[in-house]
């Protein structure tokens, strides 16, 4: 696993998303209130640009016609099908068995364990500013 | 190591197919409201900012039911100039023709006149419709071909539009909806196909439309999915109607084609046919076969939205069933339920039927070889 | 028979005769006023889960609308054809309105209604709802399963394929052996007398239809028929 940092905290504020490549792997990380999550920028079902589709919550429901809305912002659907995926790990609602979109950890490192471009991180230390988002890949 | 960045969302693109496919259920939309006005008669841009459009349904704008993304499209395929999703060509080439390999697309243009209760009106909007497509879309990529669309509620005006357009390399098939006011096998409907066999052109049956009826034979249901679903059987009883009323026997040459209500039903249709009609023929002298030899004769299916079984064995019993020389890959651009060409048909096809389905029996059907 | 244009009548009705065990089920027409999904119709279901009672829904029109989704057609064998179509509405109705949630032990019987349509059916139901599922969050499974634990299929008239040997394809399409149940339709003109079993079945199937998935579907057929005798 080789870890890649993605840009520094505040560039990343909650609600905003970063698309980018890595190792040509379409890949969008995400900040959800504060927690940032990585996603392979591909649905399972027919290779859609998931991470494009809106942030939306989780309905289900107990009883015909009542319905629970949770998790807001935190189920991604895709722009085409509809889909629904679980952010924090990739899981699809309709067919949880078969289809999974890829998850990648993401973490936020202190800056004194990253160095700053060509954007890999090593544990070197270098005097920096801010916390970087990292992801393992 | 290699990490880019991009700025924004950028258009998703297919994966790239490598062989050329041929798309036969493309939906090419307005991007403003007035944007066929110069195909329309002064008088007809008074009437519709007075009056709007009258349909066989409630709403005069929208739909009855809320549908699953905006505008019914995929949410990554608004182009970037502005307008709705298909309204671009440029970016519909950017996005779709181009990466896709689409060498032949036919466009179905939808929320025209069609299902209209002014049929002047209705008459005016399909020459315009069909001359924007010309304008915009076929005179402007070779790729592209059009439907011809028609007052389908008014037979001799549609055959009238339809003989206007004989011999216009711009459109390869007539284009009627599922749902009119009556099944298409009904009388009112006979000029549109007596005119499409004389001119050479095979009648696409595109799922939707309104006629009044209600989506189910036992009332109007809930959902959008009950909708969705529903285009199934109002095509297979579309379809019987044109069978039994004796379309086929009274047009030899003609074809027509179910687009987009999938073609899972047509063995069992056609063995439900079958049976009835060895019992019940006399009731229908006109229908001088079995049914199921006119389906197998006349009829073709675009594949979206391609039955999906968990097996895929199931899925090639189905087209052996149907013949593999009836199916046209259709991918519905830029709807929500786009069947990405790269991705439906599981491995295990041969050669020759993987051409067949992507392209040659459409380059066949619409005379494009 | 139940009076479905009074769903109290019809409550009423279903409680009176559930006393007589020699009743099964409770009998609906394919096509009515509203599709069959519909919560105003939920009391019948309530009844009929409660007291033991499968719900039929048989071929047949109260006229009420059109009996096609695309209006009225000519012919006799249109109507008839068309019965197909409309089962197959009303279990997206049923399925999606979410009866089986709230009566997961009901089960209901398609009566005349084929069955060579299901799998294709099924396959197009599955793919718009895993696109749609927030629609109708209660249908929390696959439609699939739901007709495989809930809805049963009289088994004539067959609308066979010429060759048995496809029928048994269509078989293994349907992924259960648990979902027909033998009927012969005698006296209607449809009645197969010459073939009340479609060729080339299995034993193990064959028994499956005859005796075991109607037992499990009428629990009541094992009880006596009387609970005092005259």
């Keep these: ?137 | 190591m290699n990490m880019q960045f991009r700025t924004g969302a950028e258009p998703s693109s297919a994966t790239g197919v490598k062989t050329a496919i041929a798309d036969c259920d493309i939906h090419p939309a307005r991007a403003t409201a007035t944007e066929l006005y110069p195909y329309l008669a002064k008088r007809w841009h008074e009437h519709l900012e007075t009056y709007g459009k009258h349909a066989y349904q409630g709403m005069m704008e929208g739909p009855p039911y809320p549908k699953a993304q905006p505008n019914a499209s995929r949410r990554d395929a608004y182009p970037p100039e502005g307008g709705p999703q298909g309204s671009s060509l440029s970016f519909m080439q950017q996005q779709h023709l181009d990466p896709n390999n689409v060498a032949l697309g036919v466009l179905n243009p939808l929320n025209t006149g069609q299902g209209l209760r002014n049929q002047d009106l209705s008459a005016a909007l399909a020459t315009a419709i069909n001359d924007w497509q010309i304008d915009k879309w076929t005179s402007q990529d070779s790729r592209l071909k059009g439907s011809v669309v028609v007052a389908n509620e008014d037979g001799p005006a549609a055959a009238a539009e339809i003989r206007k357009r004989a011999g216009d390399k711009n459109f390869v098939q007539v284009l009627l909806l599922s749902r009119n006011v009556e099944p298409l096998g009904q009388r009112r409907y006979w000029p549109i196909y007596e005119a499409a066999e004389e001119v050479g052109l095979p009648v696409g049956v595109h799922a939707f439309g309104f006629g009044g009826n209600p989506i189910t034979a036992s009332g109007w249901p809930s959902y959008y999915i009950e909708e969705m679903v529903g285009h199934s059987q109002c095509q297979q009883t579309a379809l019987a109607s044109i069978v039994l009323e004796g379309v086929f026997e009274r047009h030899p040459k003609l074809k027509m084609i179910m687009i987009e209500a999938g073609f899972g039903w047509a063995p069992s249709l056609s063995w439900r046919l079958d049976k009835s009609w060895q019992r019940l023929r006399s009731e229908v002298p006109d229908v001088k076969r079995p049914p199921s030899e006119y389906i197998r004769d006349h009829i073709f299916w675009t594949t979206q939205p391609m039955e999906d079984p968990e097996r895929r064995d199931h899925l090639f019993e189905l087209i052996d069933w149907i013949g593999w020389d009836k199916l046209l890959f259709a991918t519905d651009y830029p709807h929500w339920d786009y069947d990405e060409p790269s991705r439906v048909l599981p491995a295990g096809v041969s050669d020759a039927n993987r051409e067949a389905f992507y392209l040659g029996n459409a380059r066949k059907l619409y005379g494009l070889s | 028979m139940i009076p479905a244009q009074s769903v109290e009548k019809s409550v009423g009705e279903i409680e009176r005769c559930a006393k007589d065990k020699r009743f099964v089920q409770v009998l609906m027409l394919v096509m009515g006023d509203m599709p069959l999904g519909k919560r105003a119709y939920w009391p019948i279901y309530a009844a009929a889960e409660r007291l033991g009672l499968a719900v039929g829904i048989h071929a047949g029109s109260n006229y009420h609308n059109p009996p096609t989704s695309v209006g009225w057609g000519s012919y006799h064998i249109e109507d008839y054809v068309a019965q197909a179509q409309a089962f197959q509405t009303q279990l997206t109705s049923l399925i999606v309105e979410g009866v089986f949630a709230r009566h997961p032990k009901l089960k209901m019987v398609m009566l005349e209604s084929g069955f060579t349509w299901l799998p294709s059916y099924l396959w197009r139901l599955h793919k718009f709802w895993r696109g749609v599922r927030m629609e109708t969050p209660w249908v929390d499974r696959a439609p699939a399963e739901i007709v495989r634990s809930n809805i049963r299929f009289s088994l004539q008239p067959v609308d066979a394929p010429p060759d048995p040997q496809t029928l048994n394809r269509l078989f293994d399409h349907m992924q259960s052996d648990e979902l027909l149940l033998f009927s012969t339709d005698y006296p209607h003109w449809q009645f197969d007398d010459d073939q009340v079993l479609p060729e080339g079945m299995s034993s193990d199937l064959v028994r499956k239809i005859m005796i075991d998935n109607p037992h499990a579907t009428y629990t009541r057929l094992k009880e006596p028929a009387r609970e005092t005798t005259p």
């Excluded at chain 1, 107990?62 to 790990?89: M, N, V």
């Excluded at chain 1, 471009?117 to 990292?134: F, H, L, N, R």
């Design chain 1, 1 to 137: 696993m080789v870890r890649h940092v993605i840009a520094p905290v505040d560039e990343l504020p909650p609600g905003t998303r970063k698309f980018l490549t890595i190792d040509e792997r379409p890949i969008a990380v995400f900040n959800i209130k504060g927690e940032f999550f990585g996603l392979l920028n591909r649905c399972p079902h027919q290779g859609a640009s998931l991470c494009e589709g809106p942030l939306i919550g989780l309905a289900q429901s107990s009883d015909p016609g009542e319905i629970e809305y949770t998790r807001l912002g935190e189920i991604i659907r895709c722009p085409w099908h509809g889909w629904e995926f679980d952010i924090r790990t990739g899981q699809s609602y309709c067919d949880p068995k078969r289809f999974r979109a890829k998850a990648y950890p993401v973490n936020v490192e202190p800056g004194a364990s990253v160095m700053k471009g060509p954007y890999v991180a090593e544990t070197i230390a270098v005097s920096v500013e801010s916390d970087y988002v990292v992801v393992d890949l």
